[in-house]
């Protein structure tokens, strides 16, 4: 189409012999205004590019033609290169093009690699090995996450897990950086930033939007400041350049602060929910306005330093507090020192209030300034604890991802490596890895040779089992043992007796599990018991159950499953069922025929 529109090249060439003026003949500017037209594609342009030298030089490879269409291909990525730079776009449009490509050849491969695994830990050496910038493919993931419909899902599902790991890497990268500087130079609220980040990678989550959001709230707390004392030396200087000298001004910074977060934005702490993961994450704290005591004093601190007033973190037992020094700058007494509490609306302790406060009398040293690492330790520390109790979640992420960032800060915590090759194991995740832990655990600490060797041992077993496989089991419903499973893969259920809505994703003739489930499950006072077909079900609230045939009726009302794990077994919601990948498919052969004729029977025959 645009070599046609070129026309033969020649002087004064109207493309067809009258004497008009040709393509080539317009002036430079108007004729790359004509290239750069959203209709063009990048072969329309390379065919342009051969016909003529006019032409040619219209679309050199560093010119605006090429850029504007890498622009208009890939718009996200405009924002790594600079106005000054001597850039090839054609060449990065040959790179982000071929990275697109490797990208979906990746994605395409980790359904077959690792159907079988529920975390696929070990998979991702070759994506770090990559042959072009880790921002070209992390674009062509996201392109792949926004595609639009119902189709692609187990693409998306890879895509996203891809995605994950690429992005927490780059975050451990920033984290040790951060790490290596020197105190002075590590803000707490950048740290808080970065465990935000590591835990939430797949969310838009940047240190310069989170500290647009603290700059409003200290521009609201001068508005207060104002008000009181228009004199006042916080409201001359810019963000933490001078240090407010005496007392009675810092407490009137700290009185505007308690009246702004407080009062006017009902920042609060969190009783009702402490111990849900979102009070830890300084982006959620700021759009919910509620936390943990740790979360809302990094917010308080960095509120305060940024107007004048040194505040300085105590790792105080069971509830976090702030200090502000009442005597001599650097005093080592306790008694110089209120302490605030930023969960408890800022309100201003004595020691013995502080003591109040846990029921209990604690020594000197927990009244203490710790550094910012102390404070990144104890904010994953939390984490921990909560990745600990979130038991619903197959994958254990909270444990696994509060694990890495512990190891990123102390890489030789005994405890916590012992803690990290107990759950690959548990997983059944990545066995080389497991041994790399605990030949380093040995190294550290030759007492934990019983623990280690037990773990050793097994984990050559599950290497070697691994090797033996022969395959996945094949479930052909023409089997006469299969002859009483009446449902198949992809139908939307829904639960006679619980009411939740579900997607079959496998079946067993009978129960296949132990005793100890069938007891505790009461399966026994079934009607049929556990003597009847038994479906795996992805259900609407992200949990994964076994549910008795018995149990499962057809939904009236079939809607796409909202399950985290929906990518791993199925390709497509065709809006009454799902459509099996052709990992599930070749377990389950024969039952995407009988899917469909269900589909038709029960639903068709219904608007009918």
Same mark, same amino acid.
């Given at each position: 189409?645009?070599?046609?529109?070129?026309?033969?090249?020649?002087?004064?060439?109207?493309?067809?012999?009258?004497?008009?003026? #040709?393509?080539?003949?317009?002036?430079?500017?108007?004729?790359?205004?004509?290239?750069?037209?959203?209709?063009?594609?990048?072969?329309?342009?390379?065919?342009?590019?051969?016909?003529?030298?006019?032409?040619?030089?219209?679309?050199?490879?560093?010119?605006?033609?090429?850029?504007?269409?890498?622009?208009?291909?890939?718009?996200?990525?405009?924002?790594?290169?600079?106005?000054?730079?001597?850039?090839?776009?054609?060449?990065?449009?040959?790179?982000?093009?071929?990275?697109?490509?490797?990208?979906?050849?990746?994605?395409?491969?980790?359904?077959?690699?690792?159907?079988?695994?529920?975390?696929?830990?070990?998979?991702?050496?070759?994506?770090?090995?990559?042959?072009?910038?880790?921002?070209?493919?992390?674009?062509?993931? /996201? $392109?792949?996450?926004? /595609?639009?419909?119902?189709?692609?899902?187990?693409?998306?599902?890879?895509?996203?897990?891809?995605? %994950?790991?690429?992005? +927490?890497?780059?975050?451990?990268?920033?984290?040790?950086?951060?790490?290596?500087?020197?105190?002075?130079?590590?803000?707490?609220?950048?740290?808080?930033?970065?465990?935000? +980040?590591? $835990?939430?990678?797949?969310?838009?989550?940047?240190?310069?939007?989170?500290?647009? +959001?603290?700059?409003?709230?200290?521009?609201?707390?001068?508005?207060?400041?104002?008000?009181?004392?228009?004199?006042?030396?916080?409201?001359?200087?810019?963000?933490?350049?001078?240090?407010?000298?005496?007392?009675?001004?810092?407490?009137?910074?700290?009185?505007?602060?308690?009246?702004?977060?407080?009062?006017?934005?009902? %920042?609060?702490?969190?009783?009702?929910?402490?111990?849900?993961?979102?009070?830890?994450?300084?982006?959620?704290?700021?759009?919910?306005?509620?936390?943990?005591?740790?979360?809302?004093?990094?917010?308080?601190?960095?509120?305060?330093?940024?107007?004048?007033?040194?505040?300085?973190?105590?790792?105080?037992?069971?509830?976090?507090?702030?200090?502000?020094?009442?005597?001599?700058?650097?005093?080592?007494?306790?008694?110089?020192?209120?302490?605030?509490?930023?969960?408890?609306?800022?309100?201003?302790?004595?020691?013995?209030?502080?003591?109040?406060?846990?029921?209990?009398?604690?020594?000197?040293?927990?009244?203490?300034?710790?550094?910012?690492?102390?404070?990144?330790?104890?904010?994953?520390?939390?984490?921990?604890?909560?990745?600990?109790?979130?038991?619903?979640?197959?994958?254990?992420?909270?444990?696994?991802?509060?694990?890495?960032? %512990?190891?990123?800060?102390?890489?030789?915590?005994?405890?916590?490596?012992?803690?990290?090759?107990?759950?690959?194991?548990?997983?059944?995740?990545?066995?080389?890895?497991?041994?790399?832990?605990? +030949?380093?655990?040995?190294?550290?600490?030759?007492?934990?040779?019983?623990?280690?060797?037990?773990?050793?041992?097994?984990?050559?077993?599950?290497?070697?089992? !691994?090797?033996?496989?022969?395959?996945?089991?094949?479930?052909?419903?023409?089997?006469?043992?299969?002859?009483?499973? $009446?449902?198949?893969?992809?139908?939307?259920?829904?639960?006679?007796?619980? #009411?939740?809505?579900?997607?079959?994703?496998?079946?067993?003739?009978?129960?296949?599990?132990?005793?100890?489930?069938?007891?505790?499950?009461?399966?026994?006072?079934?009607?049929?018991?556990?003597?009847?077909?038994?479906?795996?079900?992805?259900?609407?609230?992200?949990?994964?159950?076994?549910?008795?045939?018995?149990?499962?009726?057809?939904?009236?009302?079939?809607?796409?499953?909202?399950?985290?794990?929906?990518?791993?077994?199925?390709?497509?919601?065709?809006?009454?069922?799902?459509?099996?990948?052709?990992?599930?498919?070749?377990?389950?052969?024969?039952?995407?025929?009988?899917? !469909?004729?269900?589909?038709?029977?029960?639903?068709?025959?219904?608007?009918?």
């Amino acid at each position: 189409m645009a070599a046609e529109a070129a026309g033969p090249p020649g002087p004064g060439s109207g493309g067809g012999g009258g004497g008009g003026t #040709g393509l080539t003949d317009l002036p430079g500017e108007l004729l790359e205004l004509i290239l750069c037209c959203d209709v063009l594609g990048a072969a329309d342009i390379g065919r342009v590019s051969c016909t003529c030298r006019r032409l040619r030089e219209a679309c050199q490879p560093r010119g605006k033609v090429w850029r504007e269409r890498f622009r208009l291909r890939w718009p996200s990525l405009l924002k790594y290169y600079s106005h000054s730079d001597s850039v090839s776009w054609l060449e990065e449009y040959k790179a982000r093009h071929n990275a697109g490509l490797e990208a979906q050849r990746i994605v395409a491969s980790f359904s077959k690699r690792f159907f079988s695994e529920h975390v696929p830990c070990d998979g991702f050496s070759d994506i770090e090995t990559l042959g072009c910038p880790s921002h070209f493919f992390e674009d062509e993931l /996201m $392109c792949i996450l926004n /595609m639009e419909g119902r189709k692609g899902l187990t693409w998306k599902y890879y895509a996203k897990k891809i995605l %994950y790991f690429l992005r +927490q890497q780059n975050i451990l990268k920033n984290l040790k950086e951060y790490l290596q500087r020197p105190t002075e130079r590590q803000s707490f609220l950048e740290g808080a930033v970065l465990i935000d +980040q590591y $835990c939430n990678p797949l969310s838009d989550i940047c240190l310069k939007s989170v500290q647009a +959001q603290v700059d409003d709230i200290t521009d609201k707390v001068r508005k207060v400041l104002r008000t009181k004392n228009p004199r006042h030396p916080s409201l001359a200087s810019k963000a933490g350049e001078v240090l407010v000298p005496e007392v009675e001004l810092q407490r009137q910074v700290l009185d505007a602060m308690n009246c702004v977060l407080y009062e006017q934005l009902k %920042y609060k702490g969190n009783e009702l929910d402490y111990y849900n993961s979102l009070n830890s994450y300084i982006h959620q704290v700021l759009i919910r306005r509620t936390g943990i005591p740790i979360s809302l004093s990094v917010l308080y601190l960095t509120i305060a330093r940024q107007l004048g007033v040194k505040l300085e973190p105590v790792n105080f037992p069971s509830h976090f507090l702030l200090r502000w020094c009442q005597g001599k700058e650097g005093s080592t007494d306790i008694f110089d020192y209120t302490y605030i509490d930023a969960f408890g609306k800022g309100k201003q302790l004595t020691v013995k209030e502080c003591e109040y406060l846990i029921g209990h009398h604690v020594t000197e040293e927990f009244y203490g300034v710790v550094t910012s690492k102390e404070v990144l330790q104890r904010m994953v520390g939390n984490l921990l604890n909560l990745g600990k109790r979130e038991s619903t979640d197959q994958s254990y992420q909270l444990l696994r991802d509060s694990l890495d960032l %512990y190891l990123a800060m102390y890489p030789d915590n005994v405890q916590h490596l012992m803690l990290q090759a107990r759950l690959y194991f548990h997983l059944g995740i990545w066995p080389e890895k497991v041994l790399d832990i605990l +030949q380093h655990i040995q190294a550290l600490d030759p007492s934990q040779h019983g623990a280690v060797g037990y773990l050793v041992q097994h984990t050559l077993e599950h290497i070697e089992r !691994r090797k033996e496989e022969l395959g996945p089991e094949v479930k052909h419903r023409s089997d006469e043992k299969h002859k009483e499973v $009446c449902f198949s893969i992809g139908l939307i259920m829904k639960h006679k007796r619980y #009411g939740y809505n579900c997607v079959i994703y496998g079946w067993d003739p009978a129960c296949m599990m132990g005793h100890e489930w069938i007891r505790n499950m009461n399966v026994h006072s079934l009607p049929h018991g556990p003597h009847q077909p038994f479906y795996n079900v992805l259900v609407e609230d992200g949990s994964c159950r076994y549910a008795a045939q018995e149990n499962l009726e057809y939904n009236s009302e079939p809607r796409e499953i909202p399950h985290p794990d929906i990518g791993r077994y199925f390709s497509e919601f065709t809006g009454v069922h799902y459509l099996a990948n052709t990992e599930l498919e070749i377990r389950y052969p024969e039952d995407l025929e009988l899917t !469909r004729a269900t589909v038709q029977k029960i639903y068709s025959s219904g608007k009918e």
